[in-house]
């Protein structure tokens, strides 16, 4: 079964913005930072952005600037916000949960395709 569920994927026209939802449980979500990652058509995949429990985030200097990455916790959901996008953003996208310091205890999204357009 699917422990992490996301959404919000899909075709845009360069500039434009989405945001793209992971929910999970509470014991995950509890317990584990989370992430976002991607992978490029026929490219290897890449940290996109991450949030750590008390709120840390660190991001690919290729979105700095235009992508936010956010948690709520009302709803155990991290959120990747996507503004001025671009040709290279297109990729599949995979949400990730996984213990801070160590980096085991893997959760792994199905992904969601996101594909910009000139």
């Known amino acids: 079964q699917v422990q992490l569920v996301e959404s919000g994927g899909g075709l845009v026209r360069a500039g434009g913005s989405l945001r793209l939802s992971c929910a999970t449980s509470?014991?995950?979500?509890?317990?584990?930072?989370m992430g976002w990652y991607r992978q490029p058509p026929g490219k290897q995949r890449e940290l996109v952005a991450m949030?750590?429990?008390?709120?840390?985030?660190n991001y690919a200097d290729s979105v700095k600037g235009r992508f936010t990455i956010s948690r709520d916790a009302a709803k155990n959901t991290v959120y990747l916000q996507m503004n001025s996008l671009k040709l290279e953003d297109t990729a599949v996208y995979y949400c990730?949960?996984?213990?801070?310091?160590?980096?085991?205890?893997?959760?792994w999204g199905q992904g969601t395709q996101v594909t910009v357009s000139s």
């Open positions: 509470r014991i995950i979500f509890s317990t584990r930072a």
């Open positions: 990730n949960a996984r213990y801070f310091n160590s980096g085991s205890g893997d959760y």
């Open positions: 949030i750590t429990g008390g709120g840390s985030t």
